[in-house]
């Protein structure tokens, strides 16, 4: 807690000693525009005041690097570059030295390459995000703007330039100071999308307020006077740099390079390189800029044979990804369709074969372990189906759990290759087994292009699948049977259960193939009473607590037997949990809430409408509307709230269309109560 107090209070003197500052600094301003450069208050000003504006900022770069660790080595260069701006004015007033270079310069001159150091040690522990080619154009544009400068301000020097080598190096010194801090600014200017953020702005401001000043006073070194208004840029570009140390950077990691031009920055640092070339070859300009945009233009080549080289990468990367199954790896629909036309392009030799799986049992799977094991059983089924063809073909997967297999086959090795297949794409387990349909097309003899080739391998899948579904019907009817046999006035009310839940669950979205599964449920959902004593199902009365023993095991005995056929094993599930209630206080499971399986909720709540509206040996059955308030008073407790808002409406819109007479649906001998 003392550490952050202290920091805030670092904070908040450095807020008010720069607020200060810049009052100080307009009235500083004020005076050298109002008074004549030899008047008492403009030497005041021009002494004191400026010394006090440049030894100000000074200390308020250094206090941020007192608060900030990270860009403590930073802001501490930046401090020390203002410092020797500081010590230099101070030294020049006391000593007034003749020549060249003085003391004086040594510290002027130490300005630029620590500032310039500070500025790249900011950018250093933002810049790991950014790419190669990023970095690249920060480079070239700093290379650029160096070459600008080297153009327009070094030869302002070159030009008037006179006396001594120390005194010319001396004053060539401060435009190469120049050009080194203009390169810099531009160059992460350029990193930044030209989504300049304040802080760089303000840096950005300030280098340029000394480029300005130091390019004006070399061109009119020789006119220059103590306390003009060129003197306002100095101490101007100090409290500016300054000012960057109390903003905070919106984002400290990364750069904001989103949305910025491909090519935008390598296009202005070539047509500005070219800009001194072409003015070099009528007017003439140094070496050094001639060789600074030479270097741009080697920069801009190397920038687009980058670019080029990322376009390819990001196009075989794209077409990779078009071409590909996310989940799995394998090829997808359109990967199949380019293999095949290249494929039927000649006449294939040996034959092709093309077989379409669609996995049976695969959604009881899901709906039994959840979305995350079934897209890693679809994930192992398509490694092993990869497998099969070896090099001689490839495998698909379609989307959802529909794979793909096309493959070169020699005569008598077609059904090798189909068994293969097919067992690829089969798994079993505790609780689960998963096969697959499927149908096959030898190309090119039975198809000869690729529409005609997919639709005949969809027929013939979607006619095994048919065959398979008559084989369910066919078990279906035989438990129908033994219920029958059992209790025959069974049948009309599990089949209105049925005819309830689908019309429940398509309005709630259920797909077809989940329909169909929820009306076997809800047909077979009492199963397990076929191991119930007849003397507790048929009792008039109340069930004692062995009693309700029994009941509460038929769920369990269902599942049991459902099991047995694999075409009944996602039926099985939502038997077992038909009689689970929304609180959790259901059988046999204790199942709560979203844990029980919709197509469970589903039947439970239709089971006990239907239980309600159906005659017994001890009641009458209940007016349509006085059981539909029963659901709504245990809507929450026994039956999921939605589920009740549907079938209430189901019901009313059954009743109202007639499908109801007298307010009552058509009697049942059904015998057991809904808490059954």
Same mark, same amino acid.
């Given at each position: ?16 000693? @720069? ?135 070094? #030869? ?65 070194? !020789? ?6 208004? @060129? ?109 095949? #036309? ?76 189909? !068994?293969?297949? *097919? ?5 079993? /387990? ?162 709560? /809430? ?11 709540? *239709? ?22 308030? #029963? ?46």
């Amino acid at each position: 807690m003392a550490d952050t107090t202290f920091v805030q209070l670092q904070r908040s003197w450095a807020g008010l000693a @720069l607020a200060s500052s810049f009052a100080v600094f307009a009235v500083y301003a004020t005076v050298i525009l109002l008074t004549t450069p030899s008047g008492g208050l403009n030497v005041f000003a021009t002494g004191w005041l400026y010394q006090g504006l440049i030894a100000g900022a000074a200390l308020i770069a250094a206090a941020r690097a007192a608060v900030v660790a990270r860009e403590r080595l930073a802001w501490a260069l930046i401090a020390l570059s203002l410092a020797c701006t500081s010590f230099a004015e101070l030294y020049y007033i006391a000593v007034r030295p003749d020549g060249y270079p003085s003391l004086s310069d040594g510290a002027w001159i130490a300005f630029y390459p620590l500032l310039y150091v500070g500025m790249v040690l900011l950018v250093r522990p933002r810049g790991r995000p950014v790419a190669g080619a990023l970095w690249l154009d920060g480079l070239t544009a700093a290379v650029a703007a160096a070459a600008l400068g080297a153009a327009i301000l070094l #030869e302002v020097v070159l030009r008037t330039a006179e006396g001594s080598r120390a005194a010319v190096a001396t004053n060539l010194a401060y435009p190469v100071g120049d050009v080194l801090l203009l390169s810099a600014v531009f160059g992460v200017f350029s990193l930044t999308g030209w989504r300049i953020e304040r802080r760089w702005l303000i840096l950005g401001l300030g280098v340029l307020a000394t480029t300005v000043a130091d390019g004006i006073y070399l061109f009119r070194v !020789d006119s220059y006077q103590e306390g003009s208004k @060129l003197d306002i840029l100095w101490p101007a570009s100090s409290l500016l740099i300054a000012a960057a140390a109390c903003v905070r950077a919106r984002d400290e990691r990364s750069l904001r390079i989103e949305g910025r031009p491909l090519l935008a920055v390598p296009s202005a640092c070539a047509l500005a390189a070219i800009g001194i070339l072409v003015f070099d070859h009528f007017g003439g300009v140094n070496l050094v800029a001639v060789g600074l945009a030479t270097l741009t233009l080697l920069l801009v080549v190397v920038r687009l044979a980058f670019t080029f080289r990322e376009n390819a990468r990001l196009f075989a990367l794209t077409r990779h990804e078009s071409m590909t199954d996310a989940l799995t790896g394998l090829g997808n629909r359109r990967k199949l369709v380019t293999d095949l #036309e290249r494929r039927l392009e000649g006449r294939p030799t040996p034959e092709t074969l093309l077989m379409i799986f669609d996995l049976d049992g695969f959604k009881g799977y899901n709906d039994s372990f959840g979305h995350p094991a079934g897209d890693a059983l679809l994930v192992r089924l398509g490694e092993k189906l990869a497998a099969v063809p070896g090099e001689r073909g490839s495998s698909y997967r379609l989307g959802g759990d529909e794979f793909c297999l096309v493959a070169r086959v020699a005569p008598g090795e077609t059904e090798l290759l189909i !068994d293969r297949a *097919c067992a690829a794409l089969a798994e079993r /387990g505790e609780g689960f087994d998963v096969g697959s349909s499927f149908g096959a097309v030898l190309l090119p003899d039975e198809a000869g292009d690729v529409s005609a080739a997919l639709s005949l391998a969809d027929e013939r899948l979607y006619a095994q699948k048919r065959d398979r579904r008559g084989d369910v019907d066919r078990g279906m009817d035989a438990f129908l049977e033994a219920l029958a046999a059992r209790e025959p006035s069974m049948h009309a009310h599990l089949e209105g259960v049925a005819g309830l839940a689908v019309e429940v669950g398509r309005a709630l979205g259920l797909a077809d193939e989940e329909l169909h599964e929820l009306a076997r449920a809800a047909q077979l959902h009492d199963l397990g009473k076929v191991a119930v004593p007849d003397e507790i199902l048929v009792k008039p009365t109340a069930l004692d607590e062995r009693e309700w023993s029994f009941i509460r095991q038929h769920t369990v005995v269902g599942e049991r037997i459902l099991r047995a056929s694999p075409a009944f094993r996602g039926a099985a599930a939502i038997v077992r949990s038909s009689h689970e209630r929304w609180d959790g206080t259901g059988y046999p499971d204790g199942l709560a /809430g979203e844990e029980i399986p919709v197509a469970s909720r589903i039947v439970c709540a *239709c089971d006990a409408f239907e239980a309600m509206t159906s005659t017994r040996p001890y009641r009458e059955a209940r007016p349509v509307d006085a059981a539909l308030a #029963e659901l709504e008073r245990c809507s929450g407790t026994q039956f999921d709230p939605a589920i009740v808002e549907i079938l209430v409406s189901v019901a009313r819109a059954r009743r109202d269309g007639g499908g109801l007479r007298d307010g009552r649906p058509a009697q049942s001998g059904e015998r057991t109560s809904p808490a059954r």
